[in-house]
T-cell receptor, first 110, second 116 residues
Framework: KNEVEQSPQNLTAQEGEFITINCSYS?????LHWLQQHPGGGIVSLFM???GKKKHGRLIATINIQEKHSSLHITASHPRDSAVYIC????????????FGKGTKLTVNP | ETGVTQTPRHLVMGMTNKKSLKCEQH?????MYWYKQSAKKPLELMFV???????ENNSVPSRFSPECPNSSHLFLHLHTLQPEDSALYLC???????????????FGEGSWLTVV
């Protein structure tokens, strides 16, 4: 079974700072997802990637398959970015069972 | 607005009550899921439905009973729950299944359940 570790668990930043959240996993995957969960509970899918890099606005996600590692970067962070960011991986066997990390709680202060 | 709507958003129920959570997706997806999120724990998959057929039951106790009458609607029927079942229950959908490869997941806002 894959194990997903995220770091840091908690992160506090000042508005405008560059943010990096890391995710590592233990066995090969089909795809990796980055999700954003706001305090109300709703979850939004930010990225799904299986190689390389993806960018959407101020968010950038990268993955290194050989090192079994992914990073989520936020440039010019803003208080509205405050949320829990969750990494999840799908196994290569095609199971529906995503394995989730525990999440990184980000707080961006004005 | 993700296209996945859950009701109610908040539910308090006694251990002898019977209640249901409802999920509706307006995205034309074929697969729907129930997830449980307990405090300080990762999301846990509970059930998967693909084209109305249950394809996954992740060892969920029988006091949780899912129902999928069509590809757009998913219910979670709750009966004789325990206080430790208090959690956030999230519904999700995707176009296809199979490790979500190539399929973005769309989550609802969740239903906060408190069992007293």
């Amino acid at each position: 079974k894959n194990e997903v570790e995220q770091s840091p668990q908690n992160l506090t930043a000042q508005e405008g700072e560059f943010i990096t959240i890391n995710c590592s996993y233990s066995v090969g995957i089909s795809a990796l997802h980055w999700l954003q969960q706001h305090p109300g509970g709703g979850i939004v899918s930010l990225f799904m990637l299986s190689s390389g890099k993806k960018k959407h606005g101020r968010l950038i996600a990268t993955i290194n398959i050989q090192e079994k590692h992914s990073s989520l970067h936020i440039t010019a962070s803003h208080p509205r970015d405050s949320a829990v960011y969750i990494c999840a991986v799908g196994d290569q066997g095609g199971s529906e069972k995503l394995v989730f990390g525990k999440g990184t709680k980000l707080t961006v202060n004005p | 607005e993700t296209g996945v709507t859950q009701t109610p958003r908040h539910l308090v129920m006694g251990m002898t009550n019977k209640k249901s959570l409802k999920c509706e997706q307006h995205l034309g997806h074929n697969a729907m899921y129930w997830y449980k999120q307990s405090a300080k724990k990762p999301l846990e998959l509970m059930f998967v439905y693909n084209f109305k057929e249950q394809t996954e039951n992740n060892s969920v106790p029988s006091r949780f009973s899912p129902e999928c009458p069509n590809s757009s609607h998913l219910f979670l029927h709750l009966h004789t729950l325990q206080p430790e079942d208090s959690a956030l229950y999230l519904c999700a959908s995707s176009q296809g299944i199979g490790g979500f490869y190539g399929n973005t997941i769309y989550f609802g806002e969740g239903s906060w359940l408190t069992v007293v």
